[in-house]
């Protein structure tokens, strides 16, 4: 499920392929787009909508 820099729910869940072991609880960086979900799991033929690329160990706000 997207969430804020804060990490309250922000939007509907949703289902990803894992191209990078992310662990239960684990924040992610995820695409969503046939193409670049399909690279993510080298495979741009593969039917995958979304696919997580990335594990955030942190998040820095920028403050204005």
Known sequence: QP?????????????AVDS????VGERVLVVVEGKSAGDAVRNRQAPLDAA??????????VRT
């Open 20 to 23: 990078v072991g992310a662990g």
């Open 52 to 61: 997580i690329v990335g594990i955030v160990d942190r998040v820095d706000p």
């Open 3 to 15: 969430v804020t820099p804060d990490g309250r729910p922000s939007g509907p869940e949703m289902m």
